[in-house]
């Protein structure tokens, strides 16, 4: 009993790999994925579902932030769907001695291990791979695409999480004056809490361009550091949820 609930609970099922024999991952279940770290080169991406979530992704390395869902979907569902091309003895696969890409993926207890080598010369795009105790083959360009995605890639480009009704607090400033809107029950006043109360509209309109701001591409930090030293504008916005993170952005 205790070896079928620690060791062979780890293992892959006959019934599972009968029905994946041509998948290059012979068990494979979307919802059971809980982590997924693919190293390219220096940089070690690491995607890792959150605790009690279904769908909430965050990025462990080399941020930690949240991750952008639909894009791990995506992902998830190209390692479900991937197949194995050809298999091809292992001296013939090139480009393994230093892979492109370095894997390892937790589906519920199973781990699997990989490397994703050179392209292989045919089909167009497709590319060498080893699965640890599942031999080589060939892999499609689909698969080799997904896997050599960067980091930023799968950053969330969402830049204020919160709406009118999940924020307490919301500042902006300029090097000249600022504005305050601070929350009292289910309106908002004008500096403080005996202030001018605020227009729904205007709120709504606020918020509302808030939600659309995303992020077109990704800096270096140094550089964005450089670039928001001096800010024309600087929004603070302070949710109602204890230890939820204030989001401020510099302009």
Do not use: C
């Not at 709120?203 to 140094?222: C, I, N, T, Y």
């Amino acid at each position: 009993a205790a070896y079928a609930l620690f060791v062979d609970r780890a293992a892959i099922s006959d019934g599972d790999r009968a029905a994946r024999k041509n998948d290059v991952f012979p068990s494979f279940r979307v919802d059971e994925v809980r982590r997924v770290e693919l190293t390219h080169g220096p940089e070690v991406l690491v995607l890792e579902r959150a605790p009690g979530t279904g769908a909430e992704w965050m990025m462990t390395s080399p941020r930690h932030e949240h991750a952008d869902p639909s894009v791990v979907d995506v992902l998830t569902r190209e390692l479900e769907m991937a197949t194995r091309l050809r298999d091809v003895p292992p001296a013939d696969a090139a480009g393994m001695d230093a892979p492109r890409v370095r894997g390892r993926i937790a589906v519920g207890a199973i781990e699997y291990r990989f490397v994703l080598g050179g392209e292989a010369a045919r089909p167009d795009g497709s590319a060498y791979m080893r699965v640890e105790g599942e031999g080589t083959f060939v892999a499609g360009r689909s698969l080799s695409v997904q896997l050599l995605r960067g980091a930023d890639a799968y950053r969330d480009r969402t830049l204020v999480r919160y709406g009118l009704g999940q924020a307490a607090r919301l500042d902006l400033r300029t090097p000249k004056e600022g504005l305050t809107l601070e929350r009292t029950g289910t309106t908002f006043r004008l500096g403080d809490a005996s202030g001018l109360r605020a227009s729904r509209v205007g709120l709504e309109r606020l918020f509302g361009v808030l939600a659309e701001v995303r992020a077109e591409s990704f800096l270096d930090d140094a550089q964005a550091d450089l670039a928001t030293a001096n800010p024309t504008l600087t929004v603070a916005l302070e949710p109602r949820e204890t230890g939820r993170p204030r989001v401020r952005l510099l302009i």
